[in-house]
T-cell receptor, first 113, second 110 residues
Framework: DTGVSQDPRHKITKRGQNVTFRCDPI?????LYWYRQTLGQGPEFLTY????????KSRLLSDRFSAERPKGSFSTLEIQRTEQGDSAMYLC???????????FGPGTRLTVL | TQLLEQSPQFLSIQEGENLTVYCNSS?????LQWYRQEPGEGPVLLVT???GGEVKKLKRLTFQFGDARKDSSLHITAAQPGDTGLYLC??????????WGLGTSLAVNP
């Protein structure tokens, strides 16, 4: 399967702990996106990369969130000092630069207790 | 700010019925995509429409892009329980960043 993969699929953590999620995009895709989604809502944009460059970060994203894509391949999203409001599904998507079609991974479900 | 309004938000119908979901905006999009998402999974791309007035069919699903490229509709004929899920539309904005609707949660009852 050469689709987008995410790890872990589920993460339960206690408030105040740090968590890190990984996304492996489709290999030839140079754009990578992170979204957050709560139940029954559409995806909320967090940030995106073109190769290794982080081109945009949502103003809604607090300083506790950071994302990297060091070699332009996989990406990590870290949340520091988690809060209960961070509980959500975190989605990763990738695309080619020349198209708007984004292909999503299965997501990481985060629960902060 | 570009916005994409999706309606209805919730829809519960019986198997065999037809339905239409709408996405509307005051902004022009270079393209618009429809996704379907099942619980606990990521959205899956169904179709991309690019040209104003374009109609695309995917089995029992018919997608239409408005002439002015500001709105789109998804029509499902003879809905099946397997069609149950969250349907999302997303329009490509000026910088190619997708503008997302809030989704239509569809339940098709046997």
């Amino acid at each position: 399967d050469t689709g987008v993969s995410q790890d872990p699929r589920h993460k339960i953590t206690k408030r105040g702990q740090n968590v890190t999620f990984r996304c492996d995009p489709i290999s030839e895709h140079n754009r990578l996106y992170w979204y957050r989604q709560t139940l029954g809502q559409g995806p909320e944009f967090l940030t995106y990369f073109q190769n290794e460059a982080q081109l945009e970060k949502s103003r809604l994203l607090s300083d506790r969130f950071s994302a990297e894509r060091p070699k332009g391949s996989f990406s990590t999203l870290e949340i520091q000092r988690t809060e209960q409001g961070d509980s959500a599904m975190y989605l990763c998507a990738s695309s080619l630069t020349r198209t708007n079609e984004q292909f999503f991974g299965p997501g990481t479900r985060l629960t902060v207790l | 700010t570009q916005l994409l309004e999706q309606s209805p938000q919730f829809l519960s119908i019986q198997e065999g019925e037809n339905l239409t979901v709408y996405c509307n905006s005051s902004s022009v999009f270079s393209s618009l995509q429809w996704y379907r998402q099942e619980p606990g999974e990521g959205p899956v791309l169904l179709v991309t429409v690019v040209t104003g007035g374009e109609v695309k069919k995917l089995k029992r699903l018919t997608f239409q892009f408005g002439d002015a490229r500001k709105d789109s509709s998804l029509h499902i004929t003879a809905a099946q329980p397997g069609d149950t899920g969250l349907y999302l539309c997303a329009g490509a904005g000026n910088n190619r960043k997708l503008i997302w609707g809030l989704g239509t949660s569809l339940a098709v009852n046997p």
